[in-house]
Each structure stands twice: as structure tokens, then as C-alpha cells.
Nanobody, 122 residues
Framework: VQLVESVGVLVQAGVPLRLPCAASGFPSGSYTIGWFRQAPGQRREGVSCISSSDGSTYYSDSVKGRFTISSDNAKNTVYLQMNSLKPEDTAGYYC????????????????WGQGTQVTVSS
């Protein structure tokens, strides 16, 4: 299983940004794709996830109403649409794949992307 994310980006606060996570090599069956982020000196935080079986989604309180997770099955890609970005959203963002339904339990995620740095300037 391989998860590929985009390169890092610097954006101004308020500018929308969409992060892709291209997946390949999945065995048959359903799974969860999750997005996590980690800022310097802070613990990794579960941001959002989506189930491949029924499309169920979850958002952390810190991003609810601003971020949207979606999947394009034809492209085997999961997107994290980030609107109303704030400087405090600055972090390394990682997509991960795990069992269905992994929610945001990191121990249930077996595969991780390389991460992409998102920097939001004020």
C-alpha cells in the first residue's frame, strides 16, 4: 500500500487549500483514510477521516465547519479541502490508511504517507 501526498505549501490565512492523498496497492475490502497533523513541539492530532464502505466522516472540533474530506474512487484519491485557514493550522499533514472503521485511533492505521508541510501566514 502506498499513500502519496503533495509537496509542502505556504498560503496566507483565509486562502483555501486542497490536500490530495493518492492511494495504491490496497487489498480488497473496506478501509478508513485519515488525515493527521503535527505541529512542532505538539502531539499528532487526528483531523478528519472517511470510511470507504459507507462514506462516514469525522472531523475534529478544531477543523469542523472549515475542512471537508472527500474521496474520488475513480482516481483512488482522498482530498482534504481546507477553508478559512488560520496560522494555527500550520503543521505537517499526514494521510494514513487503516481498518474500517479506524476513526482517529492511530494504532489502527497501518500505512502512512510521507507528509506535507502546510504553513499558513497571517
Amino acid at each position: 500500500v502506498q499513500l502519496v501526498e503533495s509537496v509542502g505549501v505556504l498560503v496566507q490565512a483565509g486562502v483555501p487549500l486542497r490536500l490530495p492523498c493518492a492511494a495504491s496497492g490496497f487489498p480488497s475490502g473496506s478501509y478508513t483514510i485519515g488525515w493527521f497533523r503535527q505541529a512542532p513541539g505538539q502531539r499528532r492530532e487526528g483531523v478528519s477521516c472517511i470510511s470507504s464502505s459507507d462514506g462516514s466522516t469525522y472531523y475534529s472540533d478544531s477543523v469542523k465547519g472549515r475542512f471537508t474530506i472527500s474521496s474520488d474512487n475513480a482516481k483512488n484519491t482522498v482530498y482534504l479541502q481546507m477553508n478559512s485557514l488560520k496560522p494555527e493550522d500550520t503543521a505537517g499533514y499526514y494521510c494514513a490508511a487503516g481498518e474500517d472503521w479506524a476513526w482517529m485511533l492511530e494504532t489502527l492505521y497501518d500505512y502512512w504517507g510521507q507528509g506535507t508541510q502546510v504553513t499558513v501566514s497571517s
